[in-house]
């Protein structure tokens, strides 16, 4: 029974390592991909976000205070992948919103959340070269990936997105710098992920392991129960003892013959002449004797014969 719950164990271990690394694999590979995809789908996430802004830029003026107000509402979810509804798993790429500001076509501060800039003050005095490029670029109309996004010396990605007017101008941009962006955090979130996966898969794998233990335990160690001893066989066993059955099922007529004589303190040439055979045809018989009763000497089969009740009885 030991062996059999070690196997089964060893088996289960393996079925759960095995579902946790490939999941763990699966997802490093789709935040690895995400990472790549990143400017993209911030350009896209803003894009979204500026439709919102055209009733705040239009008119005569641009509305200060419903900029503040739109502002604060928002996030910093970039993008939702939902890879399965059952069970359901949904992978959210967000990060924490540096700077997030509203400009007008001159690239005026209208309305800004993450730092406190002063309304009406151009934004490149508070950007690096590569933010204010990308400002530029959204109010120039542009629509590209690169020319939208860039990755700034702090390790944090810069994008922007046009606002477009009622005529198809441009009536300003919205421009967000997105933080902790960097490899450790999406494995942090790669390993989250596998842990819920392997909660709703790690049984499933478990059951199959300890199936595969068991079947494994069974194919190594044959049948459970030894075939009975008949009358047949010229032999009977009293008060059995149920270790060595097994063992015992093995051995042929003939060789039984040999053990009891063996456990009766005969000699080979003893045996030899009860039986009409040769001594060599003796020994042959009592090495496969302690073969199959997995005994290193004549002393212990004929005590496995004397447990048995194999003394005494005649043949």
């Known amino acids: 029974m030991g062996r059999r719950r070690r196997l089964v164990l060893r088996c289960t271990a393996i079925g759960v390592a095995a579902v946790m690394s490939v999941t763990l694999a699966a997802m490093v590979s789709l935040y690895e991909a ?44 970039i993008s939702d992948a939902e890879l399965s509804r059952t069970p359901r798993v949904a992978v959210t790429v967000s990060s924490p919103v540096g700077l997030m500001v509203i400009v007008d076509s001159e690239a005026r501060v209208v309305a800004a959340r993450g730092e406190r800039l002063p309304a009406g003050a151009p934004l490149r005095q ?12 959204a109010l120039a109309g542009r629509r590209d990936t690169r020319s939208l996004t860039a990755r700034l010396g702090d390790g944090s990605l810069a994008g922007a997105a046009p606002v477009a007017g009622p005529g198809g101008g441009v009536l300003g941009a919205l421009v967000v710098t997105f933080t902790e962006l960097d490899q450790p955090s999406l494995l942090a979130r790669a390993l989250v992920m596998t842990l819920t996966v392997s909660v709703v898969l790690g049984p499933l794998a478990g059951m199959t392991g300890a199936t595969m233990g068991l079947l494994i335990d069974r194919r190594s160690t044959g049948p459970s129960e030894p075939a009975p001893f008949t009358e047949e066989s010229g032999l009977q066993l009293t008060s059995p003892n149920p270790s060595g059955l097994g063992r015992f099922s093995a051995l042929t007529a003939r060789e039984l013959e040999v ?11 003893a045996i030899a002449a009860r039986l009409h055979i040769s001594e060599k045809t003796v020994k042959k018989h009592v090495s496969n004797i302690l073969g199959k009763l997995e005994v290193p000497d004549r002393t212990r089969a004929a005590v496995l014969a004397w447990q048995q009740g194999l003394v005494g009885k005649e043949p």
């Open 34 to 77: 995400l990472a790549a995809s990143l400017p993209s789908l911030v350009r896209a996430n803003l894009e979204q976000r500026a439709e919102a802004l055209t009733p705040v830029l239009a008119g005569s003026g641009p509305d200060r205070d419903a900029a503040a107000h739109w502002l604060q509402l928002q996030g910093g979810g």
């Open 126 to 137: 508070f950007l690096s070269r590569d933010a204010d490029a990308v400002v530029r670029a």
């Open 259 to 269: 053990l009891r004589l063996l456990a009766d303190a005969d000699t080979n040439t």
